[in-house]
């Protein structure tokens, strides 16, 4: 069974820093990997997915994410964040595998950061 | 606008009742995932149904159930309703082809609020 962990729960910012979070997985086969934001009383929006290919995916509003295989890792950044990117960030992964075996391809989330941008 | 329709958005209601949440997917999609959202146990899998059959299963209370009907929406049923069960329910949908990967577009969610 797949499982994610983000490292950071909240994370505070000031307007214009540099933004990393973390993102690990575990998980022994190939995966699909996904961000998601999701905004004060809002939906989860897809930020970007990686299915395969190159490993630097870029996704909306200027975010990026790299997917380093020997290190589980699929970690989200942004250059300069902004009071707008105030939200929570969901790391997921599910597991192509599963799929073309016909089975579910249900997503298994991380626990969330919380970004909080100050002007 | 994710496309994801859920209704009702908010749902206030007493241990022991029965509830029904609604969803209907993008149009084209066929495959609908329910996950619930609380502040204990984070975003969790319920449960998948691709072309009316159910998919996949996650920790999925015997109290709930769900069904996706001939024309693709669905329902999650939950009965003998607990405090415990106060969370969001998100659903989802993409259209799941074997051989593609497709993203999972999410609805806005049913808050329910047990009493």
């Known amino acids: 069974a797949q499982s994610v962990s983000q490292h950071n729960h909240h994370v505070i910012l000031s307007e214009a820093a540099s933004l990393e979070l973390g993102c690990n997985y575990s998980y022994g086969g190939t995966v699909n990997l996904f961000w998601y934001v999701q905004y004060p009383g809002q939906h989860l929006q897809l930020l970007l997915k990686?299915?395969?290919?190159?490993?630097l995916v870029k996704g909306i509003k200027g975010f990026e994410a790299e997917f380093i295989k020997s290190k589980f890792s699929f970690n989200l950044r942004k250059p300069s964040v902004q009071w707008s990117d105030t939200a929570e960030y969901f790391c997921a992964v599910n597991a192509p595998g599963i799929i073309l075996t016909g089975g579910g391809n249900k997503l298994t989330f991380g626990t969330g950061t919380q970004l909080k941008v100050e002007l | 606008d994710s496309g994801v329709t859920q209704t009702p958005k908010h749902l206030i209601t007493a241990t022991g009742q029965r509830v029904t949440l609604r969803c209907s997917p993008r149009s084209g999609d066929l495959s609908v995932y329910w996950y619930q959202q609380s502040l204990d146990q984070g975003l969790q899998f319920l449960i998948q149904?691709?072309?009316?059959?159910?998919?996949a299963k996650g920790n999925i209370l015997e109290r709930f159930s769900a069904q996706q009907f001939p024309d693709l929406h669905s329902e999650l049923n939950l009965s003998s309703l607990e405090l415990g069960d106060s969370a969001l329910y998100f659903c989802a949908s993409s259209s799941y082809r074997a051989y593609s990967n497709q993203p999972q577009h999410f609805g806005d969610g049913t808050r329910l609020s047990i009493l």
């Open positions: 990686y299915f395969s290919g190159d490993p």
């Open positions: 149904y691709y072309n009316g059959e159910e998919r």
